[in-house]
């Protein structure tokens, strides 16, 4: 706090905020796309009540990131999220060699750049057919008459 009062003393609050803000929100909105990414695929686990089951959620209600080196450097690792999801004490600089050296980490949902931008449209979960589906896929479902019996956003 004191560095914060310091910096815009010296360059004044309204230049330090034009700085400070627009770091802010990209950082948070690339914080959102990680989640909602590594959350939000098409074979995402989806279970409630008696279903559920933590391991099964770790490993198949979250994502391998597979990111660049460069950009698994500047985000902890954070593409390892299954098993940040199943053993959130290991440290982050050691989530590639736990992934690596264990054979349950080998199987999870694999994400790319590419791939994750692909599943930005998935909002709905499709109760019959237990996978994540766009609204496009709902209303052409709709139009041919293929309404599944339960989807919840």
Same mark, same amino acid.
């Given at each position: 706090m004191t560095l914060v009062v310091v910096i815009s003393l010296a360059i004044g609050p309204k230049a330090y905020l034009l700085v =400070?803000?627009?770091?802010?929100?990209?950082?948070? *909105?690339?914080g959102f796309w990680f989640f909602f990414v590594q959350h939000n695929?098409?074979?995402? +686990?989806?279970? &409630? *009540?008696?279903?559920?089951?933590y391991t099964t959620a770790a490993l198949k209600g @979250? @994502? +391998? +990131?597979?990111l660049p080196k460069i950009l698994q450097w500047f985000t902890g690792?954070? *593409?390892?999220?299954h098993i940040h999801h199943l053993s959130p004490k290991i440290?982050? +600089?050691? #989530?590639e060699q736990a992934h690596n050296e264990n054979e349950i980490f080998q199987t999870p949902v694999?994400?790319?750049?590419? %791939?994750?931008?692909? =599943? %930005? *449209? #998935?909002s709905l979960w499709d109760e019959d057919n237990k996978k994540l589906i766009s609204f496009r =896929?709902?209303?052409? =479902? &709709?139009r041919a008459g293929l309404q599944p019996a339960k989807v919840s956003v």
């Open positions: =400070q803000l627009p770091v802010v929100f990209i950082a948070t *909105g690339i695929y098409e074979d995402a +686990y989806w279970a &409630q *009540g008696d279903e559920w089951d @979250s @994502s +391998y +990131y597979k690792n954070i *593409g390892f999220h440290p982050n +600089y050691l #989530l694999t994400l790319t750049l590419i %791939t994750g931008f692909k =599943q %930005t *449209g #998935l =896929q709902f209303k052409k =479902q &709709q």
